[in-house]
């Protein structure tokens, strides 16, 4: 059974930089690729950005390209994102994810199958 522990969230001003962590447990790490994903209230869960197996790829969305970095260490069992130029409309709830094991680096939500419990950045102007 994965388990996926994020944190690094809280409340920053606009502009400000945040580091976002996830934890991994459960699997070997290096099997899967690994992505962010954040829920603004009233809206729904959307990609944030994807790291392949071993950090060859990665992908992001359109509304954090240029802003955030994705990034892993295999032998730490760690994932990272770094959050810089933070703006008022990327507060949201953002939780790790793993991907199906030995699937190719993804968007889409229904190839993770595990989740983080998922932490609060709020970004205030």
């Known amino acids: 059974q994965v388990q996926l522990v994020d944190s690094g969230g809280g409340l920053v001003q606009a502009g400000d930089s945040l580091r976002l962590s996830c934890a991994a447990s459960?699997?070997?790490?290096?099997?899967?690729?690994m992505g962010w994903f954040r829920q603004a209230p009233g809206k729904e869960r959307e990609f944030v950005a994807a790291?392949?197996?071993?950090?060859?790829?990665?992908l992001y969305a359109d509304s954090v390209k240029g802003r955030f970095t994705i990034s892993r260490d295999n032998a730490k069992n760690t994932l990272w994102l770094q959050m810089n130029s933070l703006k008022p409309e990327d507060t949201a709830v953002y939780y790790c994810?793993?991907?199906?094991?030995?699937?190719?680096?993804?968007?889409?939500?229904?190839?993770?199958?595990?989740w983080g419990q998922g932490t609060q950045v709020t970004v205030s102007s």
């Open positions: 790291i392949s197996r071993f950090s060859s790829r990665t």
């Open positions: 459960g699997r070997t790490f290096s099997v899967s690729a």
């Open positions: 994810a793993t991907q199906k094991p030995l699937t190719a680096i993804s968007s889409t939500p229904s190839l993770y199958d595990a």
